[in-house]
């Protein structure tokens, strides 16, 4: 079975700082694909970063940046230099075909000024 | 513009009244998918459509119905809705570039609630 873990309910980080947010993954397909969404307080799901099972380098896409381990299964977000816009819900999700998609509980992360 | 329209964005209704979240996009995307989003629990697929008259059940497709008789629409339907069905629903349809083969468009999300 497919499954998601964010074990960070919720983050709190200093503007300007750098954050990770956790994320595992369990599978047993050998590719598959890996998201992160951004969810503000307005409630729209906002696409931030993409890594492919087979891709050798982490992705990156601006301030954000995919930390992926496939051994330990685990696909951590990085977002450097914290705004305050960062303030929001974060899930992580997981794909093994492109049509079934799996997500996390999410992660609540707060910007501090 | 691009874009995922749902309709309504919010809805009030009683336990057993028949309703309709309709889902339209403008994308040409062939794929289309429904989630429920439930606090602790994040979003969870209800049904997925890969193509015209083809659908598939997601990890919770029990108390929905969906059709796909055109393209750009994916409806969701709650025959009999039920209190537990109270949750916040998002329609996405998914690109196929190569750069990002997997990344979904999401509607702006409905709200409903059965008392």
């Known amino acids: 079975a497919q499954k998601i873990t964010q074990t960070q309910p919720g983050m709190f980080v200093q503007e300007k700082e750098a954050v990770t947010l956790d994320c595992t993954y369990d599978?047993?397909?050998?590719?598959?694909?890996l998201f992160w969404y951004k969810q503000p307080s307005s409630g729209e799901m906002i696409f931030l970063i993409y890594q492919g099972s087979y891709d050798e380098q982490n992705a990156t896409e601006g301030r954000y940046s995919l930390n992926f381990q496939k051994a330990r299964k685990s696909a951590n977000l990085v977002i450097s230099a914290s705004q305050l816009g960062d303030s929001a819900m974060y899930f992580c999700?997981?794909?093994?075909?492109?049509?079934?998609?799996?997500f996390g509980s999410g992660t609540k992360l707060n910007v501090k000024p | 513009e691009a874009q995922v329209t749902q309709n309504p964005r919010y809805l009030i209704t009683v336990t057993g009244k028949k309703l309709t979240v309709t889902c339209s996009q403008n994308m040409n995307h062939e794929y289309m998918s429904w989630y429920r989003q439930d606090p602790g629990l994040g979003l969870r697929q209800i049904y997925y459509s890969m193509n015209v008259e083809v659908t598939d059940k997601g990890d919770v497709p029990e108390g929905y119905k969906v059709s796909r008789k055109e393209k750009r629409n994916f409806p969701l339907i709650l025959e009999s809705p039920s209190p537990n069905q109270t949750s916040l629903y998002f329609c996405?349809?998914?690109?196929?570039?190569?750069?990002?083969?997997?990344?979904?468009?999401f509607g702006e999300g409905s709200r409903l609630t059965v008392l």
């Open positions: 599978t047993s397909d050998q590719s598959y694909g």
């Open positions: 996405a349809s998914r690109t196929t570039t190569p750069r990002v083969p997997g990344e979904l468009f």
């Open positions: 999700a997981m794909t093994p075909n492109f049509n079934k998609f799996y």
